[in-house]
């Protein structure tokens, strides 16, 4: 019974470490070929606003391209967003070169919803902590613009996997703290009278397209523009 008992305890720490423990991906099989460009990127300077996050951050190439053009380009802006990325992939590519030689202004960070049907919101929250200590620890000047993980509700997502989501930004909205990192919450402009996220701003329940891009771009502006400041 003892042993049973610490083999669960044993796996319930190893649920709990996962989302904190830095990991690669091998599927897609591009992964290491984009973290790797980052890289180059990064080496090459010139970076003074950085998106950190997954395919919701990634879509910004495309569906939100033209608010990308208008809003972040003339910034000097650089995207940093794979889709599928979960927090241990983050810190891993944080920690493997795509900081190396830059210092923003402004780092905006948004990542956890693709660990919230597996992890516990606890966990999720902590490597979100890591993910904003390690952006402060290699890049000192930059400011980290942290937002609240973006609301979703596709028909495969469970009531828990939601729940989770909500408990995850109620944690990290304790790391805003000043004047360094801030915390934002702009998930009232992508809800619908219903308290749901309209197939007009995101048509899979999930990913903006580029009429939600465009709120997430205005309602983020003035918070950002003091940060670059």
Not at 201 to 207: G, N
Request: glycine share 8%.
């Amino acid at each position: 019974m003892l042993a049973g008992s610490l083999s669960a305890q044993t796996a319930d720490s190893a649920a709990l470490a996962a989302p904190l423990v830095p990991a690669t991906r091998t599927n897609p099989t591009n992964w290491l070929a984009r973290h790797e460009g980052f890289v180059a990127q990064a080496r090459s300077g010139g970076i003074d606003l950085l998106f950190v996050g997954d395919s919701i951050t990634d879509g910004w190439r495309k569906k939100g391209s033209n608010v990308w053009q208008k809003y972040y380009a003339p910034r000097r802006a650089a995207n940093f967003g794979i889709g599928g990325d979960r927090t241990q992939h983050v810190l891993w590519r944080l920690r493997n070169g795509e900081l190396s030689g830059i210092q923003p202004k402004a780092a905006v960070v948004m990542i956890g919803t693709n660990n919230s049907k597996d992890d516990q919101p606890e966990a999720i929250a902590a490597a979100i902590k890591l993910i904003v200590r390690e952006i402060r620890t290699q890049c000192p000047k930059t400011k980290v613009l942290l937002l609240a993980v973006f609301p979703r509700n596709r028909p495969s997502d469970t009531p828990e996997q939601l729940a989770t989501n909500r408990k995850v930004n109620k944690i990290i909205a304790k790391f805003g703290h000043g004047r360094k990192v801030r915390f934002l919450d702009l998930n009232k402009v992508f809800l619908g009278p219903d308290g749901k996220v309209p197939a007009e701003i995101m048509p899979d329940f999930l990913h903006p397209n580029e009429y939600g891009y465009q709120l997430w771009a205005q309602a983020m502006e003035p918070t950002l523009a003091k940060m670059m400041k």
